[in-house]
């Protein structure tokens, strides 16, 4: 059976608009709850699905940009309820609770951050690339655990969800449709990106950064890009987490974070638009069917994830559409 | 800050080292031989200090309870070789990722389905606990002292095996060229599953010497892992040599830093504020020596020259 990827991608859309709205008729607020966590994982891997599967870079420390969105929030929402202030050197502020400021300091610091570790790591690539992406993402997991200021290993708590103007985030349906709507712009953009001209280079450079580069084009300085750019993603994606727990903790910058956000692409499909977004659902729905079964569930993931790797290239999106992914 | 104090804290690093060298040497041997990236090291590492706990638990020896720890850690390594492993070898890196942390939930939650959530421990034997007195009157725990004299061993050991065996000579030659030794009738499957389980060995020897100072849990293995890449990295990855100058730079590092930076911060800011902002940079501080030796050499300190 071949299946055309566009409908593919109206059919996720409209899924995850109808299990929503079918919850809310029911009465099912958890389930509400679960797609939130499942379009926010979502918008997590998409970002890292610029890097990985167009750019081919296999970061394994994608949770340090998610953590950095999740502490992003919690420090400015801290301030803000606790009415102290924030000194940054020259600059001193009250934090805030306005969700569309949080979103763009979010996004600008894991930018920043994703500008200096790509600066190093990108200096190096293959096995070496891997472990140091991994080794930055330790080096910010030890760094929040020993940072009391904001709560070390024990993380904040905030006790209220942030604001949005004309909203009233705490109702389950309205939190989540602020953060579709979210992963739906950034899917838009995704696709734009994927056929600009910036898209189409950086994927020259997954298949040959030599051709790539003999032709004119400057590697180095095309993947930095996709490493800011895919950062700046995953951060507004760790900014909603937070605040969909309302609470930020090390465990965000966590290794096993950022290879479950690996997991997400290859169970969806690497490099393929919705890839992210159907893996996870399919893993969100995992933890939650397979966590009710057995404590021990992640047995049952592991063995899941082998058969995917071992003998399914491509994804689901790969076996519904017939045709491998990107190879990386 | 006395001198007795300095030299305790460089055997202590000393320690940490030999034992990181353990972890790593296995990881870059495998990495040389076969190109494959394992992250289910670390869970062979756990696989050695269960093992070693449970077998010194049941029989009372510590000795039995560490050839326990090495025959499972080559035991288990031989059999994820054959049975996934072997697989990988000409797969992409990604995928290698994914298979093996695949096996490391695998091994952590069957781990902790056999003996559950709560760490067990693993008692120095007498005849190595308690202080020995070194030159100079410094009062140094023996088993520690233990610890990095097994390291040296095998490094030497490892080092006479590679440079001086027919063993060594096929490894060497199967990390320049892999189709030539096959060509050359060697039995170039055997040879991986070998090399593997010697990796795995080592890991778990680590595992099990290591669970006598530290207690015994699901997932001690993943913090070693990602030190073990580390010291890889600036190591160069497939050298032994490197890996062992590796080990050692970040198991002094991690504990000097740990000890003399708050130090250090004290002499210019108030005590408080020195101890945290101190310990903060300290728990960075090898993430930050591996970032220097990238800077100036991209594939580490003997790694091969690209």
């Not at chain 1, 400015?76 to 805030?96: F, K, N, R, V």
């Not at chain 1, 909203?167 to 739906?184: D, G, K, R, S, Y």
């Not at chain 2, 669970?211 to 293995?221: F, R, T, W």
Request: overall charge neutral.
């Amino acid at each position: 059976m071949r299946v055309n990827e566009h409908a593919i991608t109206a059919a996720v859309i409209l899924g995850l608009i109808a299990l929503p709205v079918w919850a809310l008729i029911m009465d099912e607020p958890f389930t509400i709850t679960l797609v939130t966590r499942a379009v926010i994982l979502a918008l997590a891997a998409v970002g890292l699905n610029i890097v990985l599967g167009i750019g081919g870079l296999v970061s394994f420390g994608h949770a340090v940009f998610f953590g950095i969105g999740g502490y992003a929030m919690g420090i400015l929402a801290y301030h803000a309820q606790t009415y102290t202030t924030l000194e940054l050197g020259m600059l001193s502020t009250g934090g805030t609770k306005f969700m569309p400021v949080i979103w763009l300091v979010a996004m600008v610091v894991s930018a920043f951050v994703a500008g200096c570790i790509g600066l190093l790591s990108l200096r190096t690539s293959g096995v070496y690339f891997i472990m140091i992406t991994l080794a930055f993402g330790q080096m910010f997991y030890y760094f929040a655990i020993s940072w009391a200021q904001y709560g070390g290993e024990d993380g904040l708590s905030i006790y209220i969800r942030n604001d949005f103007p004309g909203l009233n985030t705490l109702v389950p349906i309205q939190f989540f449709a602020i953060c579709l709507a979210l992963l739906c712009l950034v899917l838009f953009l995704m696709a734009r990106l994927q056929s600009s001209v910036f898209g189409l280079a950086l994927n020259a450079t997954r298949q040959s950064a030599i051709r790539a580069e003999t032709v004119g084009l400057n590697p180095m300085r095309l993947r930095l890009l996709a490493f800011v750019l895919s950062g700046a993603v995953t951060g507004l994606a760790g900014a909603l987490f937070a605040d969909l727990n309302r609470f930020v903790s090390p465990t965000m910058f966590s290794w096993q974070l950022s290879g479950e956000l690996i997991v997400l692409i290859i169970i969806g499909g690497v490099g393929r638009l919705m890839g992210p977004v159907i893996g996870a659902c399919v893993f969100v729905t995992l933890e939650h069917v397979l966590g009710g079964l057995t404590e021990f569930w992640h047995i049952y993931l592991g063995v899941i994830l082998l058969c995917i790797v071992l003998f399914a290239r491509g994804g689901i999106v790969g076996l519904l559409t017939g045709k491998e992914g990107a190879h990386v | 800050m006395s001198t007795i104090l300095v030299i305790e804290q460089i055997l202590n690093g000393l320690q940490f080292g030999v034992m990181l060298f353990l972890m790593a040497a296995g990881l870059t041997l495998i990495f040389g031989v076969m190109g494959l990236i394992n992250l289910a090291h670390g869970s062979l590492y756990m696989v050695g200090a269960f093992s070693a706990a449970a077998v010194a638990g049941l029989t009372g020896s510590f000795f039995l309870g560490l050839i326990a720890a090495l025959a499972a850690a080559a035991l288990a390594g031989a059999l994820i070789e054959m049975v996934v492993i072997r697989r990988l070898y000409k797969a992409a890196h990604l995928d290698q990722v994914l298979a093996t942390f695949a096996l490391i939930l695998i091994f952590s939650e069957g781990t902790r389905w056999i003996f559950g959530s709560f760490p067990l421990f693993l008692d120095i034997p007498d005849m190595l606990s308690g202080p020995v007195t070194l030159p100079g009157g410094i009062q140094y725990p023996l088993y520690r002292l233990t610890l990095i004299v097994i390291g040296l061993v095998v490094a030497i050991g490892l080092w006479a095996l590679i440079e001086r065996t027919r063993l060594g000579i096929q490894i060497r030659a199967g990390e320049n060229d892999r189709e030539m030794i096959a060509a050359l009738g060697v039995d170039i499957s055997k040879l991986y599953t070998i090399v593997f389980a010697l990796g795995a060995a080592l890991a778990g020897l680590a595992g099990g010497l290591v669970g006598a100072i530290q207690s015994v849990q699901v997932g001690m293995g993943e913090p070693v892992l990602i030190l073990a890449f580390v010291v890889i990295v600036i190591g160069g990855i497939g050298s032994i040599r490197g890996a062992f100058i590796g080990a050692l730079l970040v198991g002094l590092t991690d504990t000097l830093g740990g000890v003399f930076l708050p130090e250090l911060f004290k002499l210019f800011m108030e005590t408080g504020a020195a101890q945290k902002s101190g310990s903060a940079i300290a728990s960075m501080g090898i993430y930050i020596l591996m970032g220097i030796v990238l800077v100036w050499r991209p594939t580490g300190l003997f790694g091969a020259r690209a």
